[in-house]
């Protein structure tokens, strides 16, 4: 059973960076494509960010384009999101999401998912 827990939110200023991390546990990462997921206070859960696991082929949400990029470490069994130019409509809860082994479904879609991080808050203050 691949387990995933999520690391590195907290609080940072408007304009300010932060990264947060995603590491697996019971089983490889390495051939699943990966999801970043965010939920903030009183909204949908949306999708942020994913990678693909066989070239690296990596989507981004519009609002995130540009400031937000996703990357894996497959030594690691990791993934990472690193966020710059953070802004107080970031503020959400965000989890790391796993797909099945070689899977190539869509991946902005939640149903896509398999497996799913507990979350982590990341704060953005004006």
């Known amino acids: 059973q691949v387990q995933l827990v999520e690391s590195g939110g907290g609080l940072v200023q408007a304009g300010g960076s932060l990264s947060v991390s995603c590491t697996a546990s019971?089983?490889?990462?390495?051939?699943?494509?990966m999801g970043w997921f965010r939920q903030a206070p009183g909204k949908e859960c949306e999708f942020v960010a994913g990678?693909?696991?066989?070239?690296?082929?990596?989507y981004y949400e519009d609002s995130v384009k540009g400031r937000f990029i996703i990357s894996r470490d497959s030594a690691k069994n990791a993934a990472s999101l690193q966020m710059n130019s953070l802004k107080p409509e970031d503020t959400a809860v965000y989890y790391c999401?796993?797909?099945?082994?070689?899977?190539?479904?869509?991946?902005?879609?939640?149903?896509?998912?398999?497996?799913w991080g507990q979350g982590t808050q990341v704060t953005v203050s004006s």
């Open positions: 019971g089983g490889t990462f390495n051939n699943r494509r």
């Open positions: 999401a796993a797909q099945a082994p070689y899977s190539e479904a869509t991946m902005t879609s939640r149903s896509s998912y398999d497996y």
């Open positions: 990678i693909s696991w066989r070239s690296g082929f990596v």
